[in-house]
């Protein structure tokens, strides 16, 4: 007999509290598979992944007991050659295996539950149904290694189960009456805020400064560009694709993703495109803000709106060098996060400065085209080996993220589990004692860079001059890991530099000359065309002037490169004023910025309900809550290697070495930290 699980009924929908529901992915509706695509498909995908799903289908949680105990996780190893499809998280060469009679046995079970009638198979147990000690039972399970109770309620949003679930109390009076929200920005974040404010009922208008949605992955087209976490987690909880047809999509297939959102919810009409904000200004008498706002580049008008949410990113605007002669340059200059496909490089000679995410991701695909690359390295970055083969999704697998119910669901936890807290966090954490002898700055940390060392080594050799010069000398994770595209094959990164056409200079720059780039050395190195990946600019909301009560400027308070906000997004004197992917939002240990995204959008989101429900016109954060919140803020950040380690160069510290970007919490403490604004905290007008 079936053992059926405990209710958790605290977690079941509220009715009339969302009004998107049924859209959202959570939602696994009933249908009927057929024997033949089951038994050839589930042959072979991951067997824990396979055990979970039949939990949900069966109802059966006595499976967990029966089964769960012989599943063993084996080291893959190295790829060997002619891989092409694995099941594996980038960087972690386990994945889950059971004997054949067992994994036909749990076959066998999908075929009988499955390929029948919609209307007489069992209904699926979800998420809304799972007490916490089965989840975590199940969790543990599937990443095989122990999970803390206290990621319960985060892991079930986060992996899709549930749908973010309001907490303030809604009595039922209309948000849409009483807020009206303007959003700046169609990037991830505004279109990601956007579904939230439908589901909430606030009507909502969003400006975007160009002609299309999408933010980076609609700007950025350079040759390589691509998602650089596993798409199954970069991706909206609430919307999960069960169709990505690699483990890191190309940047255009990321971009359809968030298009498909756009129409999927419907409000592309509510986008104002070519739509520039150049002033925000909060007016006082009448409790709202006010817009000045250019459209195509000519027509300046003003738009009144109650709440503001910018959603600009952290990075928009693209950063060159202080470097002299940039104009003097006779060839072609590009800035890669502008490229121009009007140029061609096969036969020229290139030069391309910088070796960050996009940096690495360019050079791995033009190496192959062009006469002679110069890779000019300021810095050398910690390389993440591919690890997924050709990237390609297998068919099994991707057969079952699109049909095997919950199997999409718990493909993403474990990707979240090893993008996340368990696995990041520690390497962020400061051992002081160890870090007085070491290069690295703890156990944790010592071990991540090993890992990175052994891949360097494997391509180069230990004694090499490529491996000295691309071995860094600051602790992993003091700057944005990068992953190679390829590993070491074409298209790879360290592939492009063991090949013959492939120069990397390290030496300084002195200047742009007309024929090249001459080094401090004195080497004149000519060049055809010169590619400036140098990454984008951290300036906080520029170049729109916010204006708050008393005419307070936001760019003179956060001056100097030295912004601070209550929980990544509230300023006191800037009433109801939300800034995504503001100061301290960075998941810099694990993750991806749609986790930060939507913990802030929802925190918004609450905000607002808090004016709703208190028939206020305007919130805002208190002085002492701004900075009770920075002083524990600073305390927790003391201990992270954004503090201890000095050495690398990064936009995660300003001018003086204060982090300003990442958080130093980790992400089940920010979650719950925006769960329910504290009235407390706030004036409320």
């Known amino acids: 007999m079936a053992t059926q699980p405990k209710q958790d009924t605290d977690r079941k929908p509220k009715a009339g509290k969302s009004l998107l529901h049924d859209k959202f992915t959570h939602v696994v509706p009933r249908r009927r598979l057929a024997t033949e695509d089951l038994r050839h498909n589930l042959a072979e995908v991951d067997p824990a992944l396979l055990l979970m799903a039949l939990v949900h289908i069966t109802r059966d949680t006595g499976l967990l007991d029966r089964y769960g105990p012989e599943l063993k996780k084996v080291d893959r190893g190295e790829l060997q050659p002619g891989v092409k499809h694995v099941d594996t998280v ?59 109770p206290e990621n319960t309620e985060m892991f079930l949003e986060q992996a899709g189960f549930v749908r973010p679930l309001p907490v303030l109390p809604q009595s039922g009076k209309h948000p849409a009456e009483r807020i009206e929200l303007a959003i700046i ?38 040759p390589g560009v691509a998602v650089d976490t596993p798409a199954v987690y970069y991706s909206l909880s609430y919307e999960m694709n069960s169709s990505w047809s690699s483990y890191y999509p190309t940047g255009p297939e990321y971009l359809a993703y968030l298009n498909k959102l756009v129409d999927k919810y419907g409000f592309r009409d509510r986008i104002e495109f070519n739509s520039e904000i150049l002033r925000v200004e909060w007016i006082d008498t009448d409790q709202e803000w006010e817009l000045t706002i250019v459209r195509n580049g000519r027509d300046a008008y003003k738009y009144r709106a109650a709440a503001v949410m910018t959603c600009l990113g952290h990075l928009n605007r693209p950063l060159y060098p202080d470097l002299q002669g940039r104009e003097t340059f006779k060839g072609v200059s590009i800035h890669a996060n502008r490229w121009r496909h009007d140029v061609d490089l096969r036969g020229k000679r290139v030069g391309i400065i910088g070796t960050g995410a996009t940096g ?39 057969w079952a993220r699109e049909n095997l119910p919950y199997y999409l669901h718990w493909d993403r936890l ?36 090993q890992f990175f060392l052994n891949y360097i080594h494997s391509c180069f050799g230990e004694d090499s001059e490529l491996t000295r010069k691309l071995t860094p000398d600051y602790a992993p994770l003091g700057k944005r890991i990068v992953r190679d595209p390829y590993d070491f094959a074409p298209g790879g990164f360290y592939y492009a530099l063991s090949q013959p056409n492939v120069d990397l200079e390290t030496s300084k720059l002195a200047r742009v000359v007309p024929d090249g780039i001459l080094t401090s ?85 609450e905000c607002l309900q808090m004016l709703v429900e208190e028939d206020a016109r305007s919130i805002e954060v208190t002085q002492e ?45 920010f979650w719950k930290m925006t769960r329910e604004p504290r009235k407390d905290a706030f004036i409320l007008r």
């Open 90 to 148: 980038a960087g972690v060469s386990t994945a889950a295996v059971i004997s054949d009679q067992s994994r036909n046995e749990l076959i066998d079970l999908a075929v009988a539950a499955l390929d029948k009638d919609p209307a007489e198979q069992t209904e699926y147990l979800s998420g809304y149904e799972l007490d916490s000690d089965t989840f975590i039972k199940m969790a543990s399970l599937v990443v095989d290694q122990p999970v803390n």
């Open 185 to 222: 920005g169609a990037g991830m974040t505004g279109l990601a805020a956007a579904v939230q404010a439908i589901d909430r009922g606030f009507r909502f208008r969003i400006f975007e400064s160009t002609d299309k949605v999408g933010g980076v992955w609609s700007l950025n087209d350079y």
């Open 360 to 398: 690495v991701q360019v050079i791995g695909k033009i190496s192959q085209e062009v006469g002679h690359l110069t890779i000019f390295q300021r810095q050398p970055m910690w390389i993440a080996p591919n690890r997924v083969g050709d990237g390609v999704v297998a068919p099994g697998k991707r």
């Open 414 to 449: 474990k990707d979240y589990w090893s993008f996340g807290d368990a696995v990041g966090y520690p390497v962020v954490r400061a051992d002081p004692e160890w870090a007085k002898t070491h290069q690295s700055i703890s156990p944790a940390n010592d071990a991540a860079m």
């Open 521 to 605: 050395e004195g080497k004149l190195i000519e060049l055809d065309v010169i590619i400036y990946a140098t990454g984008m600019t951290l300036d906080w909301l520029s170049p729109v002037e916010v204006v708050g009560r008393d005419g307070v400027r936001l760019s003179q308070l956060w001056r100097d490169n030295n912004p601070s906000s209550y929980l990544g997004g509230l300023v006191p004197g800037f009433p109801n004023l939300f800034v995504n992917s503001g100061p301290h939002t960075g998941a810099a240990h694990a993750g991806g910025h749609n986790f930060m995204a939507e913990v802030v959008n929802h925190y918004a989101m």
């Open 625 to 669: 809550a701004h900075d009770e919140h920075n002083r524990k803020l600073d305390e927790a950040m003391a201990g992270s290697i954004w503090v201890w380690e000095r050495r690398a160069n990064t936009y995660y510290t300003n001018q003086k070495g204060r982090p300003i970007l990442p958080t130093p919490w980790r992400h089940v403490d």
